[in-house]
């Protein structure tokens, strides 16, 4: 949108921006393909002189109206939708990343993306490095390898809720020549926007707070546009020199500022595939519209539950960035002013047998993979999804074997914590 808006109004009012006699609301463009006049006009597009829609694996206009709000929120000026958050991530890393080169990458990230870079992306040839986040610059500093290609973390790592410290990470990338990529899924762009401190790319699982319904997997990535790929000319030839795939296009030079969002359309998008369906982009849509009131409503409740748990005799220690005791406090004063996320993480004294018995005495709460949507939910990452990661993994991953998440909904806090209370009681007998 043209006028300087607030995060509110951009959720409501920005994207489709419908003439006259077109409908109210963003169209689902139900469409493989779109529509030419002439066969000039449809060639300029295939090689890049000309913008507009051909093939929806490339781009479909229900999906740009949606990425376009995205990219408003998080202060970008590029921004494409994806899949799946795990789509977004590998796009974001391979996009400047390819065999032979090195990743530095948070040891606390969901435990989807360290395996996409531990496991598969190495079997691809990229090297990644797993690095404590809380470690002093000057020790993270020695992880730089001169094929270092990016730097990769999370605002509130899930689950760990570690709150990274953007800034001392954006220093590690910038002094390396390499671009800082913040995967912003928990925090959304309502509490925290990576780049105005310094990251480059922003990724998000949309699957989370912002379908915010658990309707729809999906994924975004967000160009700042602030990284010069020019000054760092050899390490990325991928942006710096010819595509010989588009007849000889430098990114870089063609597309400027939008030139990493660009290759990663035509390049990733069009060879790779994982394009999100215009149907669920529509979906996404309408969850962004009550972004900022849900998150309001999330961390006003995880706040009352976390103080909640810290009082309760059974719960041996809780986790919540809000919390004044947690050791993330003062990161999440300074990152995440307006709080962090409805996410929690708990121990009972009952351990890790504890931890099970308390989840099937929930009666509102229920038990799924997912998290961050309306509904309050609980998971138990050692037996669900961290299963795949050995004990000495899960601890650097900041997740004890008894850790409960618990991911708090919209609902009255009174029902929510009355429901904790009774199955807590229950287990601990
Ligand atoms: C869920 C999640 C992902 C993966 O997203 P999917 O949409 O499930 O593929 C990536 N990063 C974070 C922080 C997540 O929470």
């Known amino acids: ?4 808006y607030a995060k509110e109004t951009i959720c409501v009012q920005s994207g489709w921006q419908p003439k006259n006699g077109e409908p109210r609301v963003l169209p689902i463009y139900q469409s493989t393909t779109f529509k030419y006049e002439t066969s000039e006009q449809m060639g300029r597009l295939f090689d890049l002189e000309e913008s507009g829609y051909f093939y929806t694996r490339l781009q479909n206009p229900t999906n740009d109206y949606v990425a376009q709000k995205i990219c ?8 494409m939708l994806t899949s799946s958050g795990q789509a977004a991530n590998y796009y974001a ?7 032979g080169d090195h990743v530095i990458m948070s040891s606390t990230v969901y435990g989807g993306t360290f395996n996409l870079l531990t496991v598969t ?3 691809m040839g990229i090297e990644c490095s797993v690095v404590d986040p809380d470690l002093p610059l000057e020790t993270l500093k020695t992880y730089v390898k001169p094929n270092t290609k990016c730097v990769l973390g999370e605002t509130i790592a899930n689950p760990a809720l570690v709150v ?6 954006a220093t590690l990338a910038h002094d390396a020549g390499v671009p800082l990529i913040i995967d ?4 959304t762009p309502i509490n925290c926007n990576p780049i105005a401190f310094g990251a480059d790319i922003v990724t998000h699982s949309t699957t989370k707070y912002m379908d915010g319904h658990a309707m729809c997997v999906g994924g975004c990535i967000v160009d700042s546009g602030n990284f010069d790929w020019m000054a760092h000319k050899e390490k990325f030839p991928g942006l710096t020199t010819p595509d010989e ?13 939008a030139a990493y969002l660009t290759k990663a359309t035509v390049q990733l998008m069009r060879d790779l595939g994982s394009i999100q369906a215009p149907q669920n982009a529509f979906l996404l849509n309408v969850g962004l519209e009550t972004l900022p009131l849900r998150m309001e409503r999330h961390c006003y409740n995880a706040q009352k539950v976390a103080e909640f748990l810290e009082q309760n005799e059974n719960v041996a220690w809780v986790n919540y960035p809000g919390l004044k005791s947690n050791k993330y406090y003062e990161l999440g004063q300074k990152y995440l002013p307006k709080g962090s996320c409805g996410v929690i993480s708990f121990g009972l004294k009952g351990g890790r047998e504890g931890a099970s018995k308390m989840m099937d005495y929930l009666e509102l709460a229920a038990i799924v993979t997912h998290v961050a949507d309306a509904r ?3 998971l138990h990452p050692a037996s669900h999804t961290h299963r795949q990661m050995n004990d000495q993994q899960l601890l650097e991953a900041g997740v004890a074997p008894e850790l409960i998440r618990l991911s708090v909904g919209i609902e009255n806090v009174e029902d929510i914590i009355a429901d904790l209370s009774q199955a807590i009681e229950k287990a601990s007998k």
């Open 1 to 4: 949108m043209s006028k300087n």
């Open 72 to 79: 408003e929120l998080e202060g970008g000026v590029a921004a």
């Open 93 to 99: 890393v391979f996009n400047v990343a390819e065999a």
């Open 121 to 123: 992306m190495k079997k």
């Open 164 to 169: 990274l410290d953007i800034e001392k990470f």
């Open 184 to 187: 912003n899924t928990f925090a």
């Open 245 to 257: 795939s588009y007849h000889g296009i430098v990114y870089a030079e063609k597309f400027g500022r």
């Open 376 to 378: 309050t939910c609980v």
